[in-house]
T-cell receptor
Framework: AQSVTQLGSHVSVSEGALVLLRCNYS??????LFWYVQYPNQGLQLLLK??????LVKGINGFEAEFKKSETSFHLTKPSAHMSDAAEYFC??????????FGSGTRLLVRP | KAGVTQTPRYLIKTRGQQVTLSCSPI?????VSWYQQTPGQGLQFLFE???????NKGNFPGRFSGRQFSNSRSEMNVSTLELGDSALYLC?????????????FGPGTRLTVT
């Protein structure tokens, strides 16, 4: 069965610093992988997705993620954090029936 | 195009009551999925509807049910509410069944059970 592990329930960075949010997955089939962002009292917004094309995926708001099959990882990065990036981020994988399996989330705090 | 809309946005119910939540998908989208988000269990898939039929189901008790209408609008119902049903309920729509890579989420309905 597919699963997702997000390392670190909270990550704190200074404004302008590198953002790195970690995601490792388990899947018995080639996965589709996703990163979503959730702002307070809002739904989920898709940041980027990997669907077996290029392994380096660029998303919205300057985020990108690299699919590394050997490491079963799909870490999310952004070169320079902005205050508006403060939110909760979820990594997700599809299972064989095409429903989303989510990680437990990482709350990103951005210090001025 | 208008996004996915969910009504109501906030709801307070008493234990033992039942509740119905509504989701209107993006125009042209025929698949609607529902998810429950709680602090303890995180985001969990409830079910997916396509062409008025439930196609996928998560691991939730029978108190959780749903339906989809011919215009693709969907409702989910929770009967005999329990305190643990307090959650943010999200729906997501896509054009086709199982199209999770092209799925768009609504803002959610926050249900509080007292």
């Amino acid at each position: 069965a597919q699963s997702v592990t997000q390392l670190g329930s909270h990550v704190s960075v200074s404004e302008g610093a590198l953002v790195l949010l970690r995601c490792n997955y388990s899947s018995s089939v080639p996965p589709y992988l996703f990163w979503y962002v959730q702002y307070p009292n809002q739904g989920l917004q898709l940041l980027l997705k990997y669907t077996s094309a290029a392994t380096l995926v660029k998303g919205i708001n300057g985020f990108e993620a690299e699919f590394k099959k050997s490491e079963t990882s799909f870490h999310l990065t952004k070169p320079s954090a902005h205050m508006s990036d403060a939110a909760e981020y979820f990594c997700a994988v599809t299972d064989s029936s095409y429903k989303l399996i989510f990680g437990s989330g990482t709350r990103l705090l951005v210090r001025p | 195009k208008a996004g996915v809309t969910q009504t109501p946005r906030y709801l307070i119910k008493t234990r033992g009551q039942q509740v119905t939540l509504s989701c209107s998908p993006i125009s042209g989208h025929r698949s609607v999925s529902w998810y429950q988000q709680t602090p303890g269990q995180g985001l969990q898939f409830l079910f997916e509807y396509f062409s008025e039929t439930q196609r996928n189901k998560g691991n939730f008790p029978g108190r959780f049910s749903g339906r989809q209408f011919s215009n693709s609008r969907s409702e989910m119902n929770v009967s005999t509410l329990e305190l643990g049903d307090s959650a943010l309920y999200l729906c997501a729509s896509s054009e086709r069944l199982g199209q999770v890579h092209e799925q768009y989420f609504g803002p959610g309905t926050r249900l509080t059970v007292t």
